[in-house]
């Protein structure tokens, strides 16, 4: 099987994240990491693979520092890498880069075609959770987003998988190849063990122009966006704040304060 | 691909199309909203995929529909995102809306984006407000990076899809309700998408408010030590929603489907209480947005207090039922 993961580099949560004047995220701050949530993507790439045989490709689109987005999926036991790096690409909306995924696991599938797209089910900063779907839109292939458990039939050419939704628990099963994003719970990413890490100091990470994917420049980024932002500004913190120890009343202050407050 | 609008050339009376999200006893809360808002955009028309829209046309016309498009899948079943989307665009095509509401949901989010991509539309999923300006575009409002942020932005495109969270705005009747006119399309899908329900099981309901549209939220953490009991009284107290943190789902002590975060529900109630939830960054970015938030936790340092209107530094077990004593005696008094 051949498994194209798709991992995003994003500022780091922990870290004190802001929008650039020109109302951009800002990406400048050196703490940018793999977004967690692509660790469970890479994760189940990659037991896949250890179950069925074949290899798994790490695909980021971002500015330099994406590289070490794709990097700790390496070191994760991903085979090959590919960073999209073009100053094109900058200021993307979803569509724009829905649109230079797509092209990129349309080049990675004419050296050997691809079985299965894996994705995380959002990245921690956009928070959009649509590129999977724009993806398989793109690409022509089935969905089946959010799963929470994920198996797949080698023999059968299908992936079948259960997803909890607001209001049901579906199973949903697609034919090969497919998009399928996967949530927190589908497995516990794995640490890099050091052999692991070392081994990925040899692997190789390809770096592909929009040119190389024959991508118009114009479609995407910037210039391509659908929407653009006209201001972001950080929200006041809350004012009037309270911290009141417990004297064995609390509750009762805390009743008096929601009356007070016209919250019952 | 369908053609594309110019940008800005929304005519002023051109249809404003709002997806319903209905279940067998009738519309969902949000979408009254959706509609509230929809009205300061263009004419209303509704979306109804499926049967039982009769028994829910007063209540649209009551909230300003004046179209609802009943729209029948294949097989009549609920289709999933890729064909919801492909017949919602035959229905903006046929209606001539340059506009589409839907709630934020994961699934919506994705017929959504489904959508604008073959209208060419500009999309904004989990937006807190949307405008038309003067000159016909559309304009919205977002909480981005843990609700820390506000983003206005414009959508460019000369169509416009818009995922709006629940509770953005109040739902208010119009004064003068009247029938929507019902408009029904037969849409035959070239396929299937390649993906098929195997099985699915619809949550039993509860009764109380769904997590996503309570006023009220009350959650528990790891500090429960698995006895929510205390955090169920208070909500019903208050009649509001049970939320967890991650922790509290993954240790099975409350369903999935009430994980508040970054990964789970996000909410935005006038009142979140929160009781043993340290505050983690996953969690709040599900939250931070409500409008009062207390805290009720032993440890004086936990980082939700940097986040709570009213902190209590007690013990839950001891602090939640006094609180929820006193609420029940003064209800009674009133
Ligand atoms: C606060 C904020 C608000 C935004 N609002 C909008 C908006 O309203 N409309 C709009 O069109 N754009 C918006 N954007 C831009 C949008 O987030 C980016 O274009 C982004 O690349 C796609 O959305 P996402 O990151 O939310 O992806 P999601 O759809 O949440 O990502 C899901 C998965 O797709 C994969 N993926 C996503 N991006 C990449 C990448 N660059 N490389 C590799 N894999 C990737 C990952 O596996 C990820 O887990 C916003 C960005 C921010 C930061
Ligand atoms: C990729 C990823 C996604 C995640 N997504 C989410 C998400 O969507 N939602 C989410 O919630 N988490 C999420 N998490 C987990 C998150 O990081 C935290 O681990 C989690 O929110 C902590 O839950 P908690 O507050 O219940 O537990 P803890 O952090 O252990 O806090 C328990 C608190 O209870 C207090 N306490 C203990 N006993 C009492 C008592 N008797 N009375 C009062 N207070 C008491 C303690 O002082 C402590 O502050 C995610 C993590 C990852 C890695």
């Not at chain 1, 790490?58 to 100053?87: I, K, N, S, W, Y």
């Not at chain 2, 519309?27 to 995929?49: K, M, S």
């Not at chain 2, 984006?113 to 300006?133: I, M, N, T």
């Not at chain 2, 931070?288 to 009213?310: K, R, Y």
Request: glycine share 10%.
């Amino acid at each position: 099987m051949k498994i194209v993961v798709c991992v995003k580099h994003v500022p780091d949560l922990q870290a004190e994240r802001r929008f650039t004047d020109d109302g951009r995220v800002d990406r400048g701050q050196g703490d940018g990491t793999l977004n967690e949530l692509d660790e469970n993507a890479v994760e189940a790439a990659v037991a896949l693979v250890e179950a069925h045989g074949g290899e798994v490709v790490v695909l980021t689109m971002g500015p330099e520092d994406a590289e070490d987005a794709v990097r700790r999926g390496l070191q994760m036991g991903a085979d090959t890498a590919v960073h999209v790096l073009d100053a094109a690409i900058e200021g993307s909306d979803a569509f724009g880069t829905a649109e230079v995924l797509a092209a990129a696991v349309r080049a990675i599938g004419a050296e050997g075609p691809v079985d299965l797209v894996v994705t995380g089910m959002a990245s921690l900063d956009g928070l959009m959770s649509v590129v999977p779907s724009l993806l398989s839109a793109h690409l022509g292939l089935p969905q089946a987003t959010l799963a929470a458990e994920l198996t797949v039939d080698p023999e059968a050419r299908t992936v079948r998988v259960r997803r909890e939704l607001d209001h049901a628990t579906e199973v949903l099963e697609a034919s090969l190849p497919a998009v399928v994003s996967v949530t927190d719970q589908a497995n516990e990413p794995r640490y890099p063990s050091f052999k692991g890490i070392m081994a990925a100091r040899k692997k190789p990470v390809v770096t592909w122009t929009l040119a190389d994917l024959g991508v118009d420049p114009s479609d995407v980024g910037e210039a391509g966006a659908r929407t653009r932002v006209l201001e972001a500004t950080p929200r006041p913190p809350r004012e009037d704040r309270v911290l009141i120890t417990d004297d064995g009343d609390a509750g009762l202050r805390l009743a008096a304060y929601l009356v007070e407050n016209r919250l019952v | 691909m369908i053609e594309t609008a110019a940008a800005g050339s929304a005519p002023a009376d051109a249809p404003v199309l709002v997806l319903v999200d209905h279940h067998d006893a009738g519309v969902r809360a949000p979408v009254l909203e959706l509609l509230t808002v929809a009205r300061g955009l263009g004419v209303v028309h509704a979306v109804w995929f499926g049967d039982g829209v009769e028994g829910a046309l007063e209540q649209l016309g009551a909230y300003g529909v004046a179209t609802v498009h009943q729209v029948t899948v294949g097989d009549g079943t609920a289709p999933l995102p890729p064909s919801a989307a492909e017949a919602l665009a035959e229905v903006l095509v046929a209606s001539g809306a340059t506009t589409v509401l839907v709630s934020s949901t994961f699934e919506n989010k994705e017929v959504a984006a489904r959508l604008a991509l073959v209208a060419d539309a500009g999309l904004v999923v989990d937006a807190s407000g949307v405008e038309r300006e003067a000159d016909g575009r559309v304009v919205t409002v977002q909480q981005a990076f843990a609700s820390t942020w506000t983003v206005r932005a414009e959508v460019r495109a000369g169509r416009a899809v818009v995922a709006l969270k629940a509770n953005a705005a109040p739902a208010e009747p119009v004064e003068a309700p009247r029938t929507p006119h019902v408009l029904r399309h037969e849409v035959t899908l070239a396929s299937d998408h390649g993906v098929r329900v195997v099985e699915r099981t619809p949550r039993a309901a509860s009764d109380r408010p769904e997590l996503g549209e309570a006023q009220v939220v009350v959650v528990g953490g790891r500090g429960t030590e698995g006895d929510f009991s205390v955090v169920e009284e208070l909500a019903d107290a208050l009649g509001g929603a049970v939320g967890a943190t991650r922790v509290a789902t993954d240790e099975g002590w409350i369903g999935h489907e009430a994980q508040i975060g970054q990964t789970g529900v996000t909410i935005s109630p006038r009142l979140y209480i929160g009781a043993g939830v340290s505050g983690a960054v996953h969690h709040r970015g599900g939250m931070q947005a409500s409008g009062t938030i207390v805290a009720v936790n032993n440890d004086p340092e936990a980082p939700i207090f940097e986040i709570a209107d009213l902190g209590i530094v007690g013990d839950l077990f001891t602090v939640l039922p006094q609180a929820t004593a006193e609420i029940r005696r003064l209800a009674a008094e009133r």
